[in-house]
């Protein structure tokens, strides 16, 4: 009886902590930009990034997780010995936590997913060898680091192009402003909630096809730019017109502020529903093979532990978060609101995109991307490289480090345990 509640406390422990490097780390995909381009202040994105985090995690985060990230390790080696799976399951929550809490130190956005993915892959090595491992999916692992960057990248540029020629190039900024926001705010609403409807609502009972779906987030979408439409339209061109050059650009880039937050809104909820299944996960399977004691591919996640995953991100968020969200928002390259709207949007549309694809891709990695192609529209020079060259260093190097943290702390579990 002593040595399970050990086991249950280290994996509430670890579980919760891993959590939190999650929330200090990760969160700076979705709120970063804003922080960047000042369309919210730093206090009002820990606020507004802890409450859609906290929201996704709880209300759409996964009721039924993978036992084992993403089919990596296979989990029939540990049939007969189950209690090495969890001691390898704590190793891979505790290994990945650490590398996220470096990366978060030095201000690096990581993918978390790659760090856990990277943690179980150093314990099923340790335990089991070469053979436990499925190699075929790390080599979709490694294309991710390419594909999702440069979708991100292309998809982003284009948008703020798009913004580029159709209202700062034009002799009245705001009034082509007020044309173009109707019909971005649909796009935006439509891609959100395609992408929020079509596989987010299967985690609460609601499954939709396709066709279905369209059609919900075309009419969200069209109530949205109808309100946007009426929203704009208050603002006077003629008083606007006789107005400096400068002020002009000033009111623009504020009605892409709102814009801007909405999607930043989105892809915070959209992670908090996603991403809490890093920690969640090998909690779960934890709880489930103690109590149980047997394996199982998928587990159910109790609510509790759900709760559990939403606390330590939104924890995360309000005490280290700031670190790699100044990462994103300031030092790659100079954004501002509509600048922030481009990379979010590019973002959001790749990942859902990929998603529907079957592609493995990393959040982080396809905001970063989609940073770099705003950042590209004013030419190269814009682009800070030297931190790029961290950022891309620490992509490499998370699966190895992850996975040689969780290979030591396997060790020292094993022993003591």
Same mark, same amino acid.
């Given at each position: 009886?002593?040595?399970?509640?050990?086991?249950?406390?280290?994996?509430?422990?670890?579980?919760?902590?891993?959590?939190?490097?999650?929330?200090?780390?990760?969160? !700076?995909?979705?709120?970063?930009?804003?922080?960047?381009?000042?369309?919210?202040? *730093?206090?009002?994105?820990? %606020?507004?990034?802890?409450?859609?985090?906290? *929201?996704?995690?709880?209300?759409?985060?996964?009721?039924?997780?993978?036992?084992?990230?993403?089919?990596? $390790?296979? #989990?029939? =080696?540990?049939?007969?010995?189950?209690?090495?799976?969890?001691?390898?399951?704590?190793?891979?929550? *505790?290994?990945?936590?650490?590398?996220?809490?470096?990366?978060?130190?030095?201000?690096?956005?990581?993918?978390?997913?790659?760090?856990?993915?990277?943690? @179980?892959?150093?314990?099923?090595?340790? !335990?089991?060898?070469?053979?436990?491992? /499925?190699?075929?999916?790390?080599?979709?692992?490694?294309?991710?680091? =390419?594909?999702?960057?440069?979708?991100?990248?292309?998809?982003?540029?284009?948008? +703020?192009?798009?913004?580029?020629?159709? $209202? =700062?190039?034009?002799?009245?900024?705001?009034? /082509?402003?007020?044309? @173009?926001?109707?019909?971005?705010?649909? *796009?935006?609403? $439509? #891609?959100?909630?395609?992408?929020?409807?079509?596989?987010?609502?299967?985690?609460?009972?609601?499954?939709?096809?396709?066709?279905?779906?369209?059609?919900?987030?075309?009419?969200?979408?069209?109530?949205?730019?109808?309100?946007?439409?009426?929203?704009?339209?208050?603002?006077?061109?003629?008083?606007?017109?006789?107005?400096?050059?400068?002020?002009?650009?000033?009111?623009?880039?504020? %009605?892409?502020?709102?814009?801007?937050?909405?999607?930043?809104?989105?892809?915070?909820?959209?992670?908090? !529903?996603?991403?809490?299944?890093?920690?969640?996960?090998?909690? !779960?399977?934890? @709880?489930?093979?103690?109590?149980?004691?047997?394996?199982?591919?998928? @587990?159910?996640?109790?609510?509790?532990?759900?709760?559990?995953?939403?606390?330590?991100?939104?924890?995360?968020?309000?005490?280290?978060?700031?670190?790699?969200?100044?990462?994103?928002?300031?030092? %790659?390259?100079?954004?501002?609101?509509?600048?922030?709207?481009?990379?979010?949007?590019?973002?959001?549309?790749?990942?859902? %995109?990929?998603?529907?694809?079957?592609?493995?891709?990393?959040?982080?990695?396809?905001?970063?991307?989609?940073?770099?192609?705003?950042?590209?529209?004013?030419?190269?020079?814009?682009?800070?490289?030297?931190?790029?060259?961290?950022?891309?260093?620490?992509?490499?190097?998370?699966?190895?480090?992850?996975?040689?943290?969780?290979?030591?702390? +396997?060790?020292?579990?094993?022993?003591?345990?």
């Amino acid at each position: 009886m002593d040595s399970l509640v050990v086991i249950y406390s280290l994996a509430v422990a670890f579980g919760f902590y891993m959590a939190w490097n999650i929330g200090a780390n990760d969160v !700076a995909n979705a709120m970063g930009t804003s922080v960047g381009s000042r369309s919210l202040t *730093l206090r009002q994105v820990i %606020i507004v990034a802890a409450i859609f985090e906290f *929201l996704g995690a709880v209300l759409v985060g996964s009721s039924v997780t993978q036992t084992i990230q993403r089919g990596i $390790v296979d #989990i029939n =080696f540990f049939a007969d010995s189950p209690e090495i799976f969890v001691y390898g399951m704590l190793a891979a929550l *505790l290994g990945a936590a650490l590398w996220l809490q470096m990366a978060t130190i030095v201000g690096w956005p990581v993918s978390t997913t790659h760090s856990i993915i990277g943690a @179980v892959i150093g314990f099923g090595l340790i !335990a089991g060898g070469p053979d436990v491992i /499925q190699w075929n999916r790390i080599g979709q692992i490694v294309a991710s680091w =390419f594909v999702s960057p440069i979708a991100g990248l292309l998809i982003s540029l284009v948008m +703020f192009m798009f913004i580029q020629r159709t $209202v =700062f190039a034009s002799e009245s900024p705001v009034r /082509q402003a007020k044309r @173009v926001t109707p019909y971005l705010t649909f *796009l935006v609403v $439509v #891609i959100l909630c395609l992408s929020f409807t079509y596989k987010g609502l299967n985690n609460l009972g609601l499954y939709l096809t396709f066709v279905q779906a369209m059609v919900i987030a075309a009419l969200l979408g069209l109530a949205a730019a109808l309100f946007a439409r009426n929203l704009v339209n208050k603002i006077p061109d003629d008083t606007l017109n006789r107005k400096g050059f400068g002020v002009k650009f000033t009111i623009v880039e504020k %009605i892409f502020s709102y814009l801007q937050i909405l999607t930043a809104c989105y892809v915070a909820f959209a992670h908090g !529903a996603n991403d809490v299944a890093n920690a969640i996960g090998p909690l !779960a399977a934890i @709880v489930t093979t103690v109590q149980t004691g047997i394996l199982q591919t998928q @587990v159910a996640v109790p609510f509790w532990v759900l709760v559990l995953g939403g606390s330590g991100i939104v924890l995360g968020v309000a005490t280290m978060g700031y670190k790699v969200i100044e990462t994103i928002g300031t030092k %790659i390259t100079l954004l501002t609101p509509s600048r922030g709207f481009a990379a979010t949007f590019g973002a959001a549309t790749t990942v859902l %995109i990929c998603s529907k694809m079957g592609l493995p891709i990393s959040t982080t990695h396809t905001l970063v991307g989609s940073v770099i192609g705003v950042g590209l529209a004013g030419g190269i020079g814009s682009i800070n490289m030297n931190v790029l060259k961290g950022i891309f260093l620490s992509w490499f190097i998370t699966l190895p480090a992850a996975g040689l943290m969780s290979i030591v702390v +396997f060790k020292v579990l094993t022993a003591i345990l």
